[in-house]
Structures are given as structure tokens and as C-alpha cells.
T-cell receptor, first 115, second 114 residues
């Protein structure tokens, strides 16, 4: 079974609007971490946001927030006030265990921001 | 700080040839990782290291070997390259704690095996 599932291969959003990128995960561990990375067309991987499984509040980093629903095993990324520079691939990832080093990535969502 | 660097940026190999990819980090990170990225498949962990002299297998280790003789360097070797190893290879590093063991990535190496 896939550890990380991203069901939206491509998304479009109007500039200045908010967009939600979906991510569901599969683990039997009680301790785990969830991450979102951005990969622009230049190819580098850029860390956006992190949520620990024991964190009670949803993580936020500037215009990025992570909608963490533990019972549903979902960790959706919300980007508010989209900008043209947000056009990129977005990857959801999971680290199993409290201090584990096995990371699993989803297949990514391509986001295009329309002017 | 240069962060995480990878050498080379591009490489073309013939089937059966060998090569080594070099990853270097100047952040004094304990952990280092090698991933491959194939179209439509996201990143998959090949091998990782939790410290100098230690390595462990990831999700797709077959056909690759690694070494971590120095803390700042992590080498990925292909002993006999196959077309299935055509991919973009990313190195990453992280340190215990931080933002959930957040990984810092290198710029990637594009490898083509003919």
C-alpha cells in the first residue's frame, strides 16, 4: 500500500485565491512527522512546513498552513493568497517514528497559478 | 554556507559502466540521504546514513552502494549501471530535532544510462 497518496496530479488556482492540496497517509506508528516540499521548475526541493503527529495545533508558516486531520489520516496543504511564484510541484512526505530516518514521498501535485 | 552540494550535475553512462556520485554538506549534519526521482513517482529513498561510518538501506537500495567515510560526505556508487537507473538523484541532509528532522536537499544530479 502507498504510504503517501496525493490524488491531484494537477491543480489550477487564480492569483490571490487560496488553494488546498490533498495528502493522505498510511502508517501504524503513533509517532510520525508530515512534511510538504515545493519543487519549482528549476528542480530544487524546498521545505515548506512540518506537522508532528502529537502536535495539537495545525502548523502554519507564513502563507502555508497544514490542515491535519489525524483520524482521517490527512495532511492537506493550504496556500493562501496564491502568487505566480507558487507555480510548482508540491510533494507531501512522511517520516515514520519519532526520530526515524525513513521518509516516504507522494507522487506530487503540479500547481499552476493563473494571473 | 554552500549547504548541500552534489557532483556532477549531469552524467551520461553506458550500460555496465560504473560511477560515483558525491554529496557534500557544510552544515555539520548527522544524517544524510540519497533519493531518486522518476517521473510520476515522487522521491524514493535509496540509502541513508545516521553518522560517519554507518549506512542503512532505504526503499530501493538494489544496484547501489554507499559510503560515509567523513561526516560531511556521502557517496553513492553504481557498480554496473542499467537503463533502469536513469533518474534524477537527490542528496539530502538533516540533524536530530529541528523541524521534525527536516531535510535540506542538494540541487540534484541528472543521470542517463544508455
Amino acid at each position: 500500500a502507498q504510504k503517501i497518496t496525493q490524488t491531484q496530479p494537477g491543480m489550477f488556482v487564480q492569483e490571490k485565491e487560496a488553494v488546498t492540496l490533498d495528502c493522505t497517509y498510511d502508517t501504524s506508528d503513533q509517532s510520525y512527522g508530515l512534511f510538504w516540499y515545493k519543487q519549482p521548475s528549476s528542480g530544487e526541493m524546498i521545505f515548506l512546513i512540518y506537522q508532528g503527529s502529537y502536535d495539537e495545533q495545525n502548523a502554519t508558516e507564513g502563507r502555508y498552513s497544514l490542515n491535519f486531520q489525524k483520524a482521517r489520516k490527512s495532511a492537506n496543504l493550504v496556500i493562501s493568497a496564491s502568487q505566480l511564484g507558487d507555480s510548482a510541484m508540491y510533494f507531501c512526505a512522511m517520516r515514520e517514528g519519532l526520530t526515524g530516518n525513513q521518509f516516504y514521498f507522494g507522487t506530487g501535485t503540479s500547481l499552476t497559478v493563473i494571473p | 554556507n554552500a549547504g548541500v552540494t552534489q557532483t556532477p550535475k549531469f552524467r551520461v553512462l553506458k550500460t555496465g559502466q560504473s560511477m560515483t556520485l558525491l554529496c557534500a554538506q557544510d552544515m555539520n549534519h548527522e544524517y544524510m540521504y540519497w533519493y531518486r526521482q522518476d517521473p510520476g513517482m515522487g522521491l524514493r529513498l535509496i540509502h541513508y546514513s545516521v553518522g560517519e561510518g554507518t549506512t542503512a538501506k532505504g526503499e530501493v537500495p538494489d544496484g547501489y552502494n554507499v559510503s560515509r567515510l567523513k561526516k560531511q560526505n556521502f557517496l553513492l556508487g553504481l557498480e554496473s549501471a542499467a537503463p533502469s537507473q536513469t533518474s534524477v538523484y537527490f542528496c539530502a541532509s538533516s540533524y536530530p530535532g529541528g523541524r521534525g528532522n527536516e531535510q535540506f536537499f542538494g540541487p540534484g544530479t541528472r543521470l542517463t544510462v544508455l
